[in-house]
């Protein structure tokens, strides 16, 4: 009798080892397999079947839209285990101008954007939507994109958030097709 809860443990062990073990990867996704913690390789779209223990999926962190009980948006960053490659679209909610008067502006940035190199992306940087935000944050800091803002000419900030962004973002393997901004106040 013994025996064979033993066999029956080991039977469930097994079981759950192989179901561990098999990755389903969407169209317009990647997912970067890691044996010991170091690069393994990059699967894409299909049934994949890893080594449970020795292989591991790495995540990385990525930015979702929330809503609360009242209907308003949120930004929030979660670890997923997929990279989508189609165009994506982050969210930098309420960021702060001030004004030569001192007064401050608030204003939210919409960056879209497409993954080219999953590699490069999980890799280079910890924390994409991070980064996005540190880049934009210091920008919109800066004497003449601010000025822009106040005088009211948002294409021309746009452009100059775009350059900026697609500049840093191509060590990342990341291109950006478009930045909007949205909620002056």
């Not at 790495?58 to 165009?87: A, H, M």
């Not at 999953?118 to 000025?147: C, G, H, N, Q």
Request: proline share 4%; hydrophobic share 45%; with cysteine.
């Amino acid at each position: 009798m013994i025996r064979l809860g033993i066999l029956v443990f080991l039977i469930i062990i097994l079981v759950m080892m192989i179901l561990k073990g098999i990755k389903i990867v969407h169209p317009g996704e990647v997912m970067i397999i890691e044996r010991l913690g170091a690069y393994l390789g990059k699967l894409l779209p299909g049934l994949h079947f890893i080594i449970p223990i020795i292989d591991s999926t790495r995540t990385i962190p990525w930015q979702f839209i929330e809503k609360d009980k009242n209907g308003k948006s949120y930004c929030v960053t979660k670890n997923v285990n997929t990279i989508p490659l189609g165009e994506n679209i982050f969210y930098f909610l309420k960021q702060p101008i001030l004004t030569k008067d001192y007064s401050k502006i608030e204003i939210d940035v919409l960056v879209y954007f497409t993954v080219e190199e999953a590699i490069a992306l999980t890799y280079e940087i910890s924390s994409l939507p991070r980064v996005f935000e540190e880049i934009i944050s210091s920008a919109l800091k800066s004497k003449d994109i601010s000025e822009d803002i106040i005088q009211g000419i948002y294409s021309v900030t746009e452009n100059k958030l775009w350059e900026i962004l697609n500049e840093k973002a191509k060590k990342f393997g990341v291109k950006i097709n478009k930045v909007e901004l949205r909620n002056i106040k």
